[in-house]
């Protein structure tokens, strides 16, 4: 792993000085006559480089917490970029690693609540799923942010993912790779990217088919029925109109089909198998649930620098869809129940994000962000009628509940970035959101303000406060009418469904980061969050699709370190962090609970299903000049201190998420060898070994609130690839 993971809120972006930078005498074209009109031929590696700074000076993250990563460091991690994306950030300090159905990561104790922007651009939101739809092929670079955000980051504030794609602009040349190895894995992907004129363009693709597709139920180093084929595409464009603008256009599709993993042994559960109704037996090793998952955006953006005022524009377009197919027959025999499910939605918004700088002790900055969403969601449920017992009375029969949402996102912002002295800078500002659904119709006025020190070239201090303001994601909304269940086997024992509400919370920050020798770097960082209808997600039913939910109060606080060191070839990190994540009394979607637990949760504190007390993350990497080329050996260790489950206290009651799974730790090996193969070729032998030690450590038990069933982490796998660079 590369030196350079490490907090960075030392990195204070001036815009103004970018700008002046741009417009100097030297960024002049030397061979053009004063008063020449005629056509130039640009140099498109510097314009570029030009418009990418000018672009990142539009939004940059000022005050808050920045893990930066790159496309070398990715190498440098376990499976490289044929890793799932969530496992590049999951080595980040403060986040937290979970089974892929139940959301893949939960940053500083939130259940999701990630934002992904691509070359500045918001992505909008997909059906949550265990379907990641981005490559880390595509990244030329990467920071996740979090803590006290600035203004121009609103609506999911978790963390925000800000990926900058490769580009053609950097040359012309390719890769074509197979990936493969335990698990049935098969893989093979391409990239590809040049300039033709004014036109750069990048393109990669991949076909990934594996027989672990969701995390294993069991402990065994196998699982059943878990077998997924995916397939991914980006591609990028960018023409360059001038030295000061640009087009460009973003695309991407994705296609991938999921079986469901099984658990061998089950006995019928509460409903009527062996009866006259349904077969005798049914072997649970059988069934057959799979889910299919298809996910395409489109953005095109333009960007334009005019003197000290840099503006970007964007339309972005995204459909994304999921479909649940039970077992028509054994889901029934051992829930008494078979959803075919069926969500789809669609997006639509427009993002408009500039800079203006002031003279030389302030930078403007505004924008306005307008989505709008509709939800189609289709679904037919076989159950049983059964008696006032539970027991059924007849033979199964479908229930159909078919729906359609609509929800509209408005953001607008205005902040200062005010150098007070050299070394104290203030950026300060607000944002206004609406969120109109539905459901509901919620809106809030937000202050940010972050004040940033740099004491001395080698420390830097910061602290920060965010109002916040989160709306349910529209595609978790449960749109299931309670009331068509009553008298069945799919009957809530709780009828109660009160709206899902926005999240309003209070946001504070402080960290100080500092170069501590030559190569040494170190960082500490503290935030405390208090919140209203603390929003949160989970499984409920056997479906592999987040339901939201509101706590009416919920809290997190926590801390985290970390540290880099890099010396000739060599390279280290380590990361540690510790959260506490808790909410009282649910006040929406009370049908999905059970009624025991939502009489406790009414006037106690509970951990959130997700709230793990520690996480860290070591790594270390060594480079050197080897037989032909260049040789690459990498390790990492993950540490969990275990995600949460129901406990029972000593009058034999059960307190929900009041325990949690065993701690883990894995560990990861790898090297890589390249060996020149003519001019501008290499070829690259790759070998990776996740999970050395064949560690059996289980993510989820299969209880806690929103947990549907257990979870193991991926047993020792070794993985080969080799790679024709040109």
């Not at 500490?524 to 209808?533: C, E, I, P």
């Not at 560990?667 to 290499?682: C, D, I, L, M």
Request: glycine letters at 10%; charged letters at 20%; aromatic letters at 10%.
């Amino acid at each position: 792993m590369h030196s350079s993971f490490r907090l960075l809120p030392l990195f204070i972006f001036s815009s103004a000085a970018l700008l002046r930078a741009q417009n100097s005498p030297e960024s002049a074209d030397p061979t053009t006559p004063p008063g020449d009109t005629s056509p130039v031929e640009l140099e498109k590696l510097v314009v570029s480089g030009k418009l990418d700074r000018a672009r990142d000076a539009i939004m940059p993250s000022l005050g808050a917490s920045t893990f930066a990563i790159d496309s070398s460091q990715i190498a440098l991690q376990p499976l490289g970029d044929n890793a799932p994306f969530n496992q590049v950030i999951l080595r980040a300090p403060g986040v937290a690693q979970d089974s892929a159905a139940n959301g893949d990561l939960h940053v500083r104790g939130e259940h999701a609540n990630l934002q992904y922007r691509i070359n500045d651009v918001l992505l909008p939101e997909g059906i949550s799923g265990f379907g990641l739809e981005l490559d880390p092929r595509f990244v030329g670079r990467m920071s996740l942010v979090t803590g006290s955000l600035p203004a121009q980051y609103g609506f999911r504030t978790a963390g925000i993912v800000d990926i900058h794609t490769k580009s053609g602009a950097m040359g012309d040349g390719g890769e074509v790779e197979l990936h493969g190895g335990s698990f049935d894995t098969l893989r093979p992907s391409f990239e590809v990217g040049g300039a033709q004129g004014d036109l750069s363009y990048f393109v990669d693709g991949s076909y990934d088919h594996n027989g672990i597709g969701i995390e294993n139920p069991t402990a065994s180093a196998q699982p059943i029925h878990d077998t997924t084929d995916q397939s991914k595409t980006f591609v990028y464009l960018s023409d360059v109109l001038d030295r000061t603008s640009r087009l460009s256009v973003m695309a991407s599709a994705s296609y991938s089909n999921f079986q469901v993993p099984n658990t061998p042994g089950l006995p019928a559960g509460t409903s009527p198998g062996g009866g006259q109704w349904l077969p005798g037996n049914f072997d649970s090793a059988k069934l057959d649930e799979n889910q299919n998952e298809q996910n395409y955006y489109a953005v095109v953006a333009y960007q334009k620098t005019a003197g000290d005022l840099n503006v970007q524009v964007a339309g972005y377009g995204r459909v994304s869809s999921v479909h649940f197919q039970p077992d028509p027959v054994g889901d029934l025999f051992f829930n008494g129940v078979a959803s075919d499910v069926a969500r789809k939605i669609s997006s639509a918004g427009l993002q408009a994000d500039g800079s203006d700088a002031l003279g030389s002790a302030h930078t403007l900055r505004a924008g306005v962000m307008l989505l709008a969403e509709t939800l189609t969601a289709d679904t037919t449920t076989v159950v049983f009628p059964v008696d006032d017992n539970g027991d059924p009375t007849g033979p199964q029969f479908p229930i159909v509940d078919d729906g359609r949402q609509h929800a509209d996102f408005f953001g607008v912002y205005l902040q200062d970035e005010w150098k007070l002295t050299p070394q104290l800078t203030l950026n300060y500002g607000a944002r206004f959101d609406v969120y109109a659904s539905s459901f509901d119709r919620e809106s809030q006025l937000s202050p940010r303000v972050n004040l940033i020190y740099q004491a001395a070239d080698s420390t830097t201090l910061h602290a920060g406060y965010a109002r916040y303001f989160t709306p349910p994601p529209l595609e978790n909304i449960s749109a299931s009418t309670v009331a068509l269940f009553d008298g069945t086997s799919n009957a809530s024992a709780v009828t109660q469904d009160d709206p899902v509400k926005a999240e309003r919370a209070n946001y504070f920050d402080v960290g100080v980061s500092r170069k501590l020798a030559p190569g040494l770097q170190a960082g500490v960082d503290g935030y405390y969050k208090t919140a209203q209808n603390q929003l949160d997600d989970g499984l409920f039913g056997q479906s592999l699709i987040l339901s939201a939910f509101n706590y009416r109060k919920g809290k997190v606080d926590g801390v985290e370190f970390t540290t880099s060191y890099t010396h000739g070839g060599f390279s280290a990190y380590a990361n540690a962090a510790r959260s506490l994540a808790q909410g009282e009394d649910w006040v929406s979607a009370q049908f999905l609970f059970d009624p025991g637990d939502l009489a406790y949760v009414h006037d106690h504190w509970i951990h959130l299903d997700h709230d793990q007390e520690f996480t860290a993350s070591v790594g270390a990497a060594y480079a050197w000049k080897g037989f032909g080329g260049g040789t690459q050996v990498f390790v990492d260790t993950l540490f969990g201190s275990g995600l949460r489950t129901d406990a029972t206290n000593s009058l034999g009651n059960t307190i929900p998420n009041g325990g949690s799974v065993p701690n883990y730790c894995t560990v990861n090996v790898g090297a890589q060898q390249s060996f020149k193969a003519g001019r501008k070729r290499t070829v690259k032998v790759r070998l990776d070994v996740v999970n050395l030690t064949n560690k059996s450590y289980e993510l989820r038990d299969g209880s806690g609130v929103g947990v549907n069933a257990a979870q193991f982490g991926m047993r020792r796998g070794i993985f080969g690839t080799v790679s024709y660079g040109f």
